[in-house]
Antibody, heavy 122, light 107 residues
Framework: QVQLQQWGAGLLKPSETLSLTCAVY????????WNWIRQPPGKGLEWIGE???????NYNPSLKSRVIISADTSNNQFSLKLTSLTAADTAIYYC????????????????WGKGVLVTVSS | SSELTQDPAVSVALGQTVRITCQGD??????ASWYQQKPGQAPVLVIY???NRPSGIPGRLSGSTSGNIASLTITGAQAEDEADYYC??????????FGAGTKVTVL
């Protein structure tokens, strides 16, 4: 049974950098797409970006200039860095993953972390 | 990028059938996936790859696509189906896009 465990700082100040890590337990890191998704309080889901086991990345264009997603395959972990934070970045941040889908199928994120609430406030 | 449009809310009587729709140009190219989210919980994948259900998802949930509209149908809705439902798809540049979500109330 694959489980995702995520951690990182929950209270940050404007202009600081968000740093979160997600560990994959009980399953293979390879062959899957690993993603970060966020949800502002009371609002909908927003995809941030993904990394594959080969290290390829895709980012939401609206965040691309501020986002880096990286992976440590030796430890089955992947991480998110989001720079130049503002209050608009306050959200629950989820890590999620699943078998990478081939065209014309989109996502199959069957594995989810519990989420970390990140609050950006001075 | 491409947008996915969902109705904000729908209601269904216990045991009846409800269809949740998701409309967007990208759905002419990519199949949608559907996620269920209950309050205070992480989303759960319910439909992927046209009309596949992960293990543990009941058969009363099914997916379909016609043109640029993807649908999630709950046949014989149960109280535990009350949740927010999000569709998602890739757009033509390969990034993932979510719909705004549909709140399903079971009466």
């Amino acid at each position: 049974q694959v489980q995702l465990q995520q951690w990182g700082a929950g209270l940050l100040k404007p202009s600081e950098t968000l740093s979160l890590t997600c560990a994959v337990y009980g399953g293979s890191f390879s062959g899957n797409s690993w993603n970060w998704i966020r949800q502002p309080p009371g609002k909908g889901l927003e995809w941030i970006g993904e990394i594959t086991h080969g290290g390829g990345t895709n980012y939401n264009p609206s965040l691309k200039s501020r986002v880096i997603i990286s992976a440590d395959t030796s430890n089955n972990q992947f991480s998110l860095k989001l720079t130049s934070l503002t209050a608009a970045d306050t959200a629950i941040y989820y890590c999620a993953g699943g078998r990478r889908q081939v065209f014309p199928f989109s996502s199959a994120w069957v594995y989810w972390g519990k989420g970390v609430l990140v609050t950006v406030s001075s | 990028s491409s947008e996915l449009t969902q109705d904000p809310a729908v209601s269904v009587a216990l045991g009846q059938t409800v269809r949740i729709t998701c409309q967007g140009d990208s759905l002419r190219t990519y199949y949608a996936s559907w996620y269920q989210q209950k309050p205070g919980q992480a989303p759960v994948l319910v439909i992927y790859a046209k009309n596949n259900r992960p293990s543990g998802i009941p058969g009363r949930l099914s997916g379909s696509t016609s043109g640029n509209i993807a649908s999630l149908t709950i046949t014989g809705a149960q109280a535990e189906d009350e949740a927010d439902y999000y569709c998602t798809s890739r757009d033509t540049s390969g990034i993932h896009v979510f719909g705004a979500g549909t709140k399903v109330t079971v009466l």
